[in-house]
């Protein structure tokens, strides 16, 4: 692979590290199936997308951005927990009303930011190529938001909120209003796609109302890869996993479909994603049967 190619999927690999953190926080710290993921990343973008094509402040826009991500995840934290329905169906409800709500948004199925002012142009030098500058800004985005999770769940109520998941009756007894908690972690982790959203459509030239399709299964894949490569228990080290699987799910992917070898090409991209995750979820018991094996040669 070319430079330009290996730039290109570690930028990607950087967005999608932000979705992979919000998965983390639904999926394995609040123990919540949260498929709204599919609906705000592309929220994300067709907020950021409708204000910067309005002449809007694209650093404002991006905020404004994060925020409708949030309230998605909230609206569903809301109906799970105030109206009882069922995490994976109250998700599902919202994922198929974000739907109509970014068409609503954007006005049109897609909104082009080619010749727009975006978070990246306005921070680019002169001298500094902009595949060079993404990906370097990006980083700085991932940095800020996987320490500060790390800060975040270190705090009195970050504890409350992985108690929560963790064993919601022990956390009640203990005094902790679970369903606040559930509803603030919802708003993290869909604020972090809505926030990816808005990159990618500033990376990717405008939004388009299928860009969130599959955004799902490519979180969980990052998240699975990375507690493969990197498994562990302390939080701190689960963020840097997801953020490490996600840009080496991306790795291998352009590797894959760049291999001339392999005769692969853009239509199978979602069988690699299959395969990617399958290996991911065979590997750590494979691993164990092969070192306990070991272990009982030893003895």
């Known amino acids: 692979m070319s430079l330009y190619s290996l730039l290109g999927a570690l930028e990607i690999g950087l967005i999608f590290s932000l979705v992979a953190l919000g998965v983390l926080i ?70 198929i009303a974000l739907y109509s709500v970014n068409l609503r ?13 975006t978070v990246f142009t306005m921070l680019q030098p002169a001298w500094l190529p902009d595949y060079v500058l993404r990906p370097l800004v990006l980083l700085v985005i991932v940095i800020i938001a996987k ?6 769940f270190a705090s009195q109520y970050g504890l409350a909120l992985r108690a ?9 007894a203990q005094g902790i209003h679970t369903g606040r908690a559930t509803l603030t972690g919802m708003f993290i982790s869909n604020a972090l796609v809505g926030l990816a959203g808005a990159l990618f459509a500033q990376t990717q030239g405008g939004s388009d109302i299928s860009m969130g399709i599959g955004t799902i299964v490519i979180g969980l ?6 507690d493969s490569i990197l498994p562990a228990r302390r939080l701190t080290l689960m963020t840097l ?16 479909l760049n291999s001339d070898m392999i005769g ?8 690699v ?12 018991a494979t691993r164990k049967k092969l070192f306990g094996r070991k272990g009982g040669k030893k003895i």
């Not at 929560?164 to 009640?172: E, V």
């Not at 996993?241 to 894959?256: D, E, N, Q, T």
């Not at 395969?275 to 590997?283: F, G, K, N, S």
């Open 26 to 95: 639904s999926f394995r710290i609040l123990n919540f199936p949260d498929l709204t993921v599919d609906g705000s990343f592309p929220l994300g973008g067709a907020v950021a997308a409708t204000l910067i094509a309005g002449g809007h402040d694209p650093f404002l826009a991006t905020v404004c951005a994060m925020l409708a991500g949030g309230a998605a995840g909230f609206i569903t934290g809301w109906l799970n927990v105030r109206l009882k329905i069922m995490d994976l169906l109250a998700s599902i409800l919202m994922m």
């Open 105 to 117: 948004v954007m006005g049109a199925p897609n909104i082009p930011l080619i010749s727009e002012a």
């Open 147 to 152: 320490f500060g999770l790390d800060w975040f």
């Open 164 to 172: 929560t998941g963790a064993n919601p009756r022990m956390a009640r």
């Open 221 to 226: 894949a990052a998240v699975i890869i990375g």
């Open 241 to 256: 996993a997801a953020v490490l699987g996600a840009i080496l799910y991306r790795f291998v992917i352009a590797l894959a």
């Open 264 to 271: 692969l090409k853009a239509q199978d991209l979602n069988l």
């Open 273 to 284: 994603t299959a395969v990617l995750v399958t290996i991911a979820l065979v590997l750590p």
